[in-house]
């Protein structure tokens, strides 16, 4: 990574603006999931220990541009000093005189958390006098947001034309390590596993990778596109007839045979799970039954692959893993990730649904990297450039 980050500065002595992920989930008042918050804590403990004053920005849901007192980042303060130990304040605002007057009680060491930036609508409009205010807050800004440096908003992006240094947190720089070092240096065979509802949310990963892997695994809803391209009868599954011809090219195109598709898939009436569904194979796909996971023949080909694998990364659940009876090929797929991981392999999972998959089955630990970045990530793997990255102090 060419770009500046937390080693590169001191922050004692001075105000460190910091954009963190704490997009959390709230239930009764209080953070129902912590998990992003533990994940920002060693670069805020660092800024703290080396007697930075730590000024914590985050947005939290979808407000609209306006005061929402649901939406208020008020409990993920509590919840923070909770983990941290030791208080966190709160301002009631993230510019203007309340923000000003809490950050200038701020003593070496303190940490102060601004309230949901996307209360103002000239967050996302990376409006500039709003980035100017927040810039003023601050001596030098950390972005900590992997989760959200795919926006340029004025947090993550115009913040940094009105304040320097501006380097990035270890969350961030270890985000960047594993899929930068994943796509630019993989040890070989290198394997992506691609699920999830649509092609066409996937299609630009699959055109960037395709090239750079040694095999690529579809499942979930979009493996019904592709096997439809193929001829397939697939019955009542969700199917992008839009999106045929694409696959169609896909599967013909260079690369093609890189690309593993399910042999069996189980099948229901729906997808509520009152149907446990049964297993058939992708040619014989009864008319009036829909596809809800990779079948277990499947699972178990997709898991020698990986068990084989010394780099892989995953996006995308294999089938409607929510659904207790449909979530099979998505803990075989998990659980492989696992095994190559104690093997010595790379794994790198990309935020979203498979993060949550994971989550579910306590394997956060169990793979290198579980990404804190849904859309972030894919972007990433796509291949594009993340605003909130490309606006960081470049290494000199």
Known sequence: ??????????????????????????????????????????????????????????????????????????????????????????????????????????????????????????????????????????????NDAFGSAHRAHASTEGVTRFLQPCVSGFLMEKELEYLGRALESPRRPFVAVLGGAKISGKIDVIRHLLPQVDQLLVGGAMMFTFLRARGLDVGGSLVEEDRIELARELLAGKGAEKILLPEDVRVARDASGTDAGAVVPVDRMPADRMGVDIGPATAERYAAVLRAARTVLWNGPMGVFEVAPYAAGTQAVARALAESTRGGATTVVGGGDSAAAIHQQGLDDAVSHVSTGGGASLEFLEGKTLPGVAALTPRK
């Open 1 to 142: 990574m060419d770009r500046m980050t937390l080693r590169d500065v001191n922050p004692r002595g001075k105000r460190v603006l910091t954009r963190v992920d704490f997009n959390v989930p709230l239930k009764n008042g209080a953070v129902a999931d912590d998990t992003r918050l533990t994940a920002a804590l060693p670069t805020v403990r660092h800024l703290c220990d080396q007697g930075g004053r730590v000024i914590l920005m985050s947005h939290l849901g979808r407000p609209k541009g306006k005061p929402d007192p649901a939406q208020s980042l008020r409990p993920v303060a509590e919840r923070l000093g909770t983990l941290l130990g030791h208080p966190v304040a709160f301002a009631d605002d993230c510019v203007g005189p309340l923000a000003e007057s809490a950050v200038a009680a701020m003593k070496d060491g303190d940490c102060l958390l601004l309230e949901n930036l996307r209360f103002h609508p000239q967050e996302e409009a990376n409006d500039a006098g709003f980035s100017r205010q927040l810039a003023a807050l601050g001596d030098l800004y950390v």
